[in-house]
Antibody
């Protein structure tokens, strides 16, 4: 059974940093693309970042580019999101997701339960 | 960036009736369209991918159709557990984008 468990969220001051983790079980993350998606309180879903199955390619939403870094540790079967220079507008629940892919495109097949990040002084 | 527009924002339907949710893309996304269901306090759940393929374990009362820019999610006979927020998402172009959601509520 595929399971994704996020951790690392919490309260941080503007300008601060936080590292989110997503521990995977039931599959090997090194074989799949993985994404982070966030949801501000009472709002819709916003894609944040993705890392390819090989780990060599990463993409970011313009809103986080240069501030967030996605990475993975295959030996720990864990996905990470390093978040720097946090702003109030980054306040959200952050979800990690396992991607499923056809020959040309990928969608988010399984989602974790999310971890809440609150940026406030 | 492709803008996804869902309608209506809120849909009130009685249990046992049919619900039809719409999603429009600002440019063609071919069939690279997914639907997700989200209940309060829960993570999104994949329902449909490839515009019309049900994900594993999704009941047959959920069906998706469309291609290009116009898509529809139909729930044939609403059950109590179906009342939730539904999001469409295009994954044809980077960045992937979501619609703003349709809230399906009990009438």
């Amino acid at each position: 059974e595929v399971q994704l468990l996020e951790s690392g969220g919490g309260l941080v001051q503007p300008g601060g940093s936080l590292r989110l983790s997503c521990a995977a079980s039931g599959f090997t993350i090194g074989s799949y693309a993985m994404s982070w998606v966030r949801q501000a309180p009472g709002k819709g879903l916003e894609w944040v970042s993705v890392i390819s199955g090989s780990g060599t390619n990463t993409f970011y939403a313009d809103s986080v580019k240069g501030r967030f870094t996605i990475s993975r540790d295959n030996s720990k079967n864990t996905l990470y999101l390093q978040m720097n220079s946090l702003r109030a507008e980054d306040t959200a629940v952050f979800y990690c997701a396992k991607e499923a892919c056809s020959s040309t495109s990928c969608w988010m097949e399984y989602w974790g339960q999310g971890t809440l990040v609150t940026v406030s002084s | 960036e492709i803008v996804m527009t869902q309608s209506p924002a809120t849909l009130s339907v009685s249990p046992g009736e049919r619900a039809t949710l719409s999603c429009r893309a600002s440019q063609s996304v071919n069939s690279n369209l997914a639907w997700y269901q989200q209940k309060p306090g829960q993570a999104p759940r994949l329902l449909i991918y490839g515009a019309s393929t049900r994900a594993t374990g999704v009941p047959a009362r959920f069906s998706g159709s469309g291609s290009g820019t116009e898509f529809t999610l139909t729930i044939s006979s609403l059950q109590s557990e179906d009342f939730a927020v539904y999001y469409c998402q295009q994954y044809n172009n980077w960045p992937v984008t979501f619609g703003q959601g349709t809230r399906l509520e009990i009438k």
